[in-house]
């Protein structure tokens, strides 16, 4: 299999059927070199507008439209020194009484060192120190919509999106739906570090170089899926979120049927007791949630 480097001279602000900057064999690896949410490259200058500017798009030869596009995350190392976030959380996830007492969403930077793993608020408020371990994350990937869409990188759908799934990190895989010839996949906004939510509406935003492989399977699924070393996940994007939360609690009991052998009543059993959500993003126009289940509990049943 083949390793390709990935230099953009361009970068998207929608995920679509837009020419591939590059075309890959299934099994093949790329590197690449993101920039941030708002467009700053790793020098500090800004070369893009935002909302989250997208890498490719990447074609992978063979895919097709009911095809699974299966992207493994191998490695992720921060490029810059520093990113950003909002100082404030987000107006939509508080209460609206409590809107008024909120400070102003101004931009607060953060120092990342690399070698140690940890991201340090700069200037915080008085009497305050936050120093954290970083855990690199794609906050916005996927594959070109269906039928011809051009879909803003602010949101996400089936194919993927602007999910901000804080487990989408070194590591992970995660399986994107195709609904075009070559699947055509994006990435960007990484974060240097994310809670559940996003709920001051950015991460530690902040350049990543990524290397990751795509490879073409022959499974159709509806909505995303992915796996880490521990867990299995599906993820549904949608407002209001009970509506997300139903695609992804109905996407693993297929995948719970196709792969593992269980039944509906036996997915129902196991699910009902056993499985975690998480919320991906709760920003954004479309909200994501995870369904989760750790992979221990499926051992003796058969993943395709």
């Known amino acids: 299999m083949a390793h390709h480097i990935l230099t953009p001279t361009t970068y998207h602000n929608v995920l679509g059927t ?5 075309t890959v064999a299934s099994g093949d690896t790329v590197t690449t070199e993101t920039i941030d949410a708002n467009g700053w490259d790793k020098h ?17 030869a063979g895919a097709e439209p009911g095809d699974s596009l299966r ?15 909002r100082a404030a959380l987000a107006e939509n996830v508080v209460d609206p009484d409590f809107v008024t007492a909120l400070p102003p969403r101004d931009r607060a930077t953060w120092t990342i060192d690399g070698n140690a793993g940890t991201v340090t608020l700069q200037d915080p408020p008085a009497g305050f120190a936050l120093t954290l371990p970083m855990a690199p994350m ?30 989408l990190g070194p590591g992970a895989t995660i399986w994107f739906p195709v609904s075009t010839l070559g699947a055509l996949f994006f990435l960007g906004d990484a974060h240097a570090l994310q809670g559940d ?27 995303p899926r992915g796996q880490t070393e521990r867990d299995i996940f599906t993820l549904g994007n949608a407002r209001p ?64």
């Open 18 to 22: 837009l020419p591939a900057a590059l």
């Open 44 to 60: 500090g200058k800004k070369v893009w507008t935002g909302p989250n500017p997208m890498n490719g798009p990447i074609a992978v």
């Open 71 to 85: 992207v493994d995350i191998l490695a992720m190392q921060p490029i810059r020194p520093t990113g950003w976030t």
């Open 138 to 167: 794609i906050g916005c990937l996927g594959v070109a919509p269906a039928m011809g869409q051009a879909i803003s990188t602010a949101t996400s759908g089936e194919y993927g999106g602007n999910m901000d799934y804080r487990r």
């Open 197 to 223: 939510g996003e709920i001051v509406g950015t991460g530690i935003e902040t350049c990543f170089q990524i290397t990751f492989r795509l490879s073409v399977e022959k499974r159709r699924l509806i909505w």
């Open 241 to 304: 979120l009970d509506q997300a939360l139903q695609h992804a609690t109905t996407e693993m009991t297929r995948w719970l049927e196709q792969d593992y052998g269980l039944d509906i009543r036996a997915a129902g059993h196991l699910m009902g007791q056993a499985v975690r959500y998480d919320i991906g993003n709760v920003f954004d126009p479309a909200y994501t949630v995870a369904c989760r289940l750790p992979r221990a509990l499926l051992a003796g049943y058969s993943a395709a």
